[in-house]
Structures are given as structure tokens and as C-alpha cells.
């Protein structure tokens, strides 16, 4: 038995720990999801609550996940992110946080890093809705393809397309700068 199936069932007789251990661990990674494609901490922490309100009502109705906790969780995220987009189209995205205000970084280097952000986001913000988040969980996140099929419900096959024609649809957005496809360690 795995570390998270021994957690889950922990959880499913309400253990406090359990459930704290598994607020405590995934949490951060949903918040960083959620405001990458959400672009707001608002309506990414609105997101994480609503993920983890979701799992205890599935819990306390005798239901929810037998084993793979992350991509049940990262599942739910995207049905709430879906529905959000729905509502109301998405802000630009939200890459590495700010840019370091410390006063010892080259003024030029931070502009130059401002507009190259500024260049990624929009030509993200041309990808559909399921391309930029199997880019946002693949190299913002680091997953592996099999990890984002189970999280979204699709196809391993159909991740690796979605990552394809992302990657080809920001090649034609970015034609003149070297796109590299290396996961965030």
C-alpha cells in the first residue's frame, strides 16, 4: 500500500491528521495550478477551497478517490477552472510569481524579462483552455504526461497531442525566440 492510499483511507474515517497532511502537501501545488491559469490569487485560493470542500463532501458521503489522490484533486481543480472560464474568459497567466525588487538586478535585464513575460503570456493566452493547462502541468509543474491524463481524464495519447499543437501553436506566437520544452525542476 502507498503513502497516499494509506493517507486516503486514513481520511475516510475522518482522521484530522490525514486530512491536515493532505491539505498540507497538495495545497501549495494546487494554488501554483490555479493561479497559472487563473492569472488571480483571489480566484486561486477561491479554487484550492473549493477543491478541498469538494473532497470532504465526497469523503463524508462515502465516496471520492480509492487511489490517486494528486490527479483527483488536480481533477477537481480543472472542472472548477473550466467552469470559471466559462463565466468569464481567463486573465493573463501568472508565470514565476514577480520579478526580484531587490535594487541589485540590471534595470534592463528586469525590462528585458518583463516583456519576455509579457511575450510568453499572450501567446499562451492563444492556446485553447486544455493545451495551456497540459503546458502548465508539464513544465510549469513538471508532471509527467501519465500524471496529467489521469488528472484532466484524458488519454495519455491525447496529453501528448494537446502538448504537440501547444507546442507548435507557441512556436508560430514566438517565431523568432528558442522555445525550450525542459520541465521546471
Request: glycine share 4%.
Amino acid at each position: 500500500m502507498s503513502f497516499e492510499q494509506a493517507l486516503l483511507q486514513r481520511a475516510q474515517q475522518f482522521d484530522r491528521q490525514a486530512l491536515s497532511e493532505i491539505y498540507d502537501c497538495y495545497s501549495p501545488a494546487l494554488y501554483r495550478y490555479a493561479v497559472r491559469l487563473l492569472g488571480t490569487p483571489d480566484l486561486a485560493e477561491e479554487c484550492v477551497a473549493e477543491v478541498f470542500s469538494r473532497f470532504l463532501h465526497v469523503l463524508r458521503n462515502g465516496k471520492g478517490p480509492r487511489d490517486h489522490l494528486q490527479a483527483y484533486l488536480y481533477r477537481v481543480a480543472h472542472n472548477w477552472i473550466a467552469d470559471q472560464w466559462r463565466r468569464q474568459p481567463p486573465t493573463p497567466l501568472e508565470l514565476d510569481g514577480n520579478l526580484p525588487a531587490d535594487g541589485q538586478s540590471d534595470p534592463s535585464q528586469t525590462v528585458a524579462a518583463q516583456f519576455e513575460q509579457a511575450q510568453v503570456r499572450a501567446a499562451l493566452a492563444q492556446l485553447t483552455p486544455d493545451q495551456r493547462q497540459v503546458v502548465v502541468l508539464k513544465f510549469l509543474e513538471g508532471l509527467e504526461n501519465e500524471e496529467i491524463a489521469l488528472m484532466l481524464g484524458k488519454p495519455t495519447g491525447a496529453v501528448k497531442s494537446l502538448q504537440h499543437r501547444a507546442l507548435a501553436a507557441l512556436r508560430r506566437a514566438m517565431p523568432s525566440e528558442e522555445i525550450r520544452y525542459e520541465p521546471v525542476e
